[in-house]
């Protein structure tokens, strides 16, 4: 114990806690011990304030309190799955890279110019560049919001990185359909490829992470048909458009 309030105790893990916090938000640098040992009886402080105007008892704080238990007992029954997992054979690995070269061999970081219509645009339409595309837009009357961005390759779908990474500079492409429909224009593309040993330990990673959400999801879905689950009749699935 490092401290105590009324009797409560500061531990050394609430320390650690709010030195990670604290390290966090200060880009590394930690604090110095009474610094951070003034933090948490400030913390225990206002948290007996908050108590004596009985915000314990509010619906927020009650709302927040079973969001933070559920938070917690979901993160511990994901990391017991972990267990479940073995971990894949060298050979697997191998085919996973080869298969998402966006996401290793040929992964890149692109500066992408992007045109959203606010509403979904006519299929025919196609225009050599940007600004043509926007005057053709507002000729039509249609709104549109456009900006640019930095994308990882590595985040997208494997199809929509491989079209990106074949167009060529400032040609533009049209994604999805409907009213997902966006154009893009590669202002410029940098590699950032992911080799050897770095690349086994990240696809390693990657294909562990989808086994678990496939035992989970075998998990839920059994443990659906289990409890009873009612709905309020206009967000039940039947009453989806």
Do not use: C, K, N, W
């Not at 409560?8 to 320390?15: E, G, L, M, S, V």
């Not at 799955?81 to 690995?93: F, I, K, N």
């Not at 500079?169 to 009213?179: Q, S």
């Not at 678990?212 to 458009?241: H, K, M």
Request: net charge positive; hydrophobic share 45%; charged share 25%.
């Amino acid at each position: 114990m490092l401290a105590s309030v009324d009797g409560a105790p500061i531990t050394q893990r609430d320390f650690d806690a709010e030195q990670g916090a604290l390290t966090a938000r200060q880009s590394g640098t930690p604090s110095g011990v009474r610094t951070v040992v003034e933090r948490l009886i400030d913390r225990a402080v206002t948290v007996h304030l908050a108590e004596r105007d009985r915000l314990h008892l509010s619906p927020e704080y009650l709302a927040a309190e079973r969001r933070g238990r559920e938070d917690v007992l979901i993160a511990l029954f994901r990391a017991s799955l972990a267990g479940a997992v073995p971990a894949p054979a060298p050979g697997e690995v191998d085919r996973f890279i080869a298969a998402h070269p966006a996401l290793f061999a040929q992964r890149e970081q692109l500066v992408l110019d992007q045109l959203a219509p606010r509403v979904p645009p006519p299929a025919t339409l196609r225009a050599p560049d940007m600004a043509t595309l926007e005057a053709a837009l507002t000729h039509l009357g249609q709104g549109t919001q456009r900006s640019t961005i930095v994308v990882d390759s590595g985040t997208l779908e494997e199809g929509e990185a491989a079209r990106l990474r074949a167009v060529p500079i400032g040609r533009v492409l049209r994604l999805g359909d409907g009213r997902a429909t966006r154009f893009v224009a590669v202002v410029a593309r940098t590699p950032v490829p992911v080799t050897g040993a770095v690349a086994h330990s990240l696809a390693a990673a990657v294909m562990r992470r989808s086994a678990e959400d496939a035992v989970l999801a075998g998990r839920l879905a059994a443990e659906r048909q289990r409890v009873a689950i009612r709905y309020r009749r206009d967000v039940s699935p039947a009453a989806a458009p």
